[in-house]
């Protein structure tokens, strides 16, 4: 009998069950669009916490970025860790946590889209940001199916397009019955797994033989890249920044994370939430990143393996196969979590934003709540194409967009269309409509313009990547929101004022606007 195969299988087949159960028992948490969208906003502090940081973290930073950031960039890329740790969840939760909380339920939203739209008085703003996340989410969706399908095909020799089909079937079962209470409380198992699996990869990556050791190693992924010559230059250090400001400030704008701030129930919820998410965001970012450090040392020529292929073959080569197991559910941990908050946003964008916004605006909670589901296997079942898509296309020509840029592309736009808007609407009155459409229109033509010159002019193919185009966007957005607001018409006064006065309030204290009428 093939033990090694059989604790792989076993330890997989756990974890699938245990998801499907909580899908099962949690299936009446979801009758209605609040439940399935929010959890009706009654969330616990450890619980958010951790569906804000294993919706943070998925196959993209395992597989994708300390694969090519960790070999390309060495110990400076733990900086993109902590970047993630202090700017993309503790700052966030402290400038950002409480106010969304507080002026969501007083505007009555439940999705960024609905958010523009009452807080800047104009509905056409729900459906232009809504049609932004339906068609810019589903490349960061992709991605995530990329780097599972490369780990499973490595770690069980199945092949890609099977491992792809798999995990959507898994995830359309679970979205569907289960809705967010039930993705609040696998995200909470998954974070356990999560960390666990990242203490075990560490340990046992740096205990492998060409490794040395924790404190040997560290010295000698030192000395191996000086060996190399592989520094970090002046280009390097923008392309490090870049990445940086990308994954961490660009956070700040993306649905999936923000919606997080929605569901969370009370001041002691928000404040343990703060901390907790930032240890886990330490934990998981520096810890992946630092076993990405170690491929100089674990492969004859690490930059002959393909990029997204790179930390798959490097724990194949140090894991035993119970452990690999393991880490293969680490992996499919993160990323199951936030495939399940990529889909919840693109769907309630299309289902809550689109279709009661505009398509049937009398459709009942049920429509609504069935179309939400109906619509998220819809987005399951595109991105898992993409994923397949980006692979044949890769087998036949030799060439594929990776992990890191597919995401990059796709937060770089979502957070530099939203970051804006959504953030100067919680702290400058004078934030106008004007502002967050320059900031939508401007992003997009933005980006399409510097992504076409990083295709067609050499030179700047080196300075223009997909994460340095995200970077100008969300610069472009901070800066141009405020200014564009002082010379346009702001939203009616009273409704801003409510806004703010709400922003003020105890989270219990908040209500709805014209509850009390």
């Not at 703003?125 to 990329?146: D, R």
Request: charged fraction near 10%; glycine fraction near 10%.
């Amino acid at each position: 009998m093939n033990w090694d195969l059989f604790w792989k299988i076993a330890i997989l087949a756990l974890y699938v069950a245990g998801m499907l159960a909580i899908a099962f028992f949690t299936r009446k948490r979801s009758k209605t669009v609040g439940d399935t969208l929010l959890g009706n906003r009654s969330m616990g502090g450890w619980i958010t916490a951790f569906a804000y940081g294993t919706t943070y973290f998925s196959a993209v930073i395992f597989i994708g970025y300390a694969g090519e950031q960790g070999y390309t960039f060495g110990f400076h890329s733990l900086w993109i860790g902590a970047g993630n740790a202090f700017i993309g969840a503790m700052l966030a939760w402290i400038l950002l946590g409480r106010r969304t909380r507080n002026a969501t339920v007083y505007l009555g939203t439940s999705t960024m889209p609905e958010y523009f739209a009452a807080r800047y008085d104009d509905k056409k703003l729900k459906l232009f940001a809504a049609l932004i996340v339906v068609v810019f989410l589903l490349p960061y969706s992709a991605s995530v199916y990329t780097g599972l399908g490369y780990l499973f095909k490595s770690v069980f020799n199945i092949d890609f397009i099977w491992v792809v089909l798999a995990m959507a079937a898994l995830t359309a079962i679970y979205f569907f019955f289960g809705g967010y209470f039930a993705t609040a409380v696998s995200d909470f198992a998954q974070g356990i797994v999560m960390l666990v699996g990242v203490v075990v990869m560490i340990a046992f990556v740096f205990n492998y033989e060409a490794v040395g050791g924790f404190i040997e190693g560290l010295k000698n992924i030192a000395d191996k890249r000086g060996e190399l010559g592989l520094t970090v230059g002046a280009d390097g250090i923008w392309q490090l920044v870049c990445l940086v400001v990308l994954t961490s400030l660009g956070s700040w704008g993306l649905p999936q994370i923000v919606h997080k701030f929605h569901t969370v129930k009370d001041e002691a919820a928000i404040k343990k939430a703060t901390w907790v998410s930032t240890a886990f965001a330490l934990i998981i970012g520096v810890g992946a990143y630092l076993v990405g450090c170690t491929a100089v040392l674990i492969f004859d020529n690490a930059a002959a393996v393909p990029v997204d292929q790179r930390i798959p073959e490097l724990l194949a080569k140090t894991l035993p196969a119970g452990l690999l197991g393991l880490i293969a559910v680490l992996v499919l941990s993160a990323s199951m979590s936030t495939l399940s908050g990529l889909t919840l946003s693109i769907a309630s964008s299309a289902g809550v934003d689109i279709m009661k916004g505009y398509l049937k605006k009398d459709a009942s909670d049920k429509a609504v709540n069935l179309t939400v589901k109906i619509v998220g296997v819809i987005v399951i079942a595109v991105s898992a194409g993409i994923a397949i898509y980006n692979d044949f296309f890769q087998q036949a020509t030799g060439r594929a967009t990776t992990i890191v840029n597919l995401m990059s592309l796709s937060w770089g736009v979502l957070a530099g269309s939203f970051i804006g808007p959504y953030v100067y609407g919680l702290y400058f009155k004078r934030a106008s409509r004007a502002a967050a459409y320059v900031s939508f229109i401007g992003t997009l033509l933005i980006t399409a313009a510097l992504y076409i010159v990083s295709l067609t002019v050499p030179a700047a193919a080196g300075v223009l990547t997909a994460p340095a185009i995200g970077v100008i966007t969300i610069a472009y957005s901070l800066i141009g929101v405020p200014v564009v607001s002082l010379f346009t018409r702001r939203p009616p006064a009273p409704l801003v004022e409510g806004v703010f006065a709400a922003q003020k309030l105890p989270v219990a204290e908040v209500k709805e606007r014209g509850a009390e009428e």
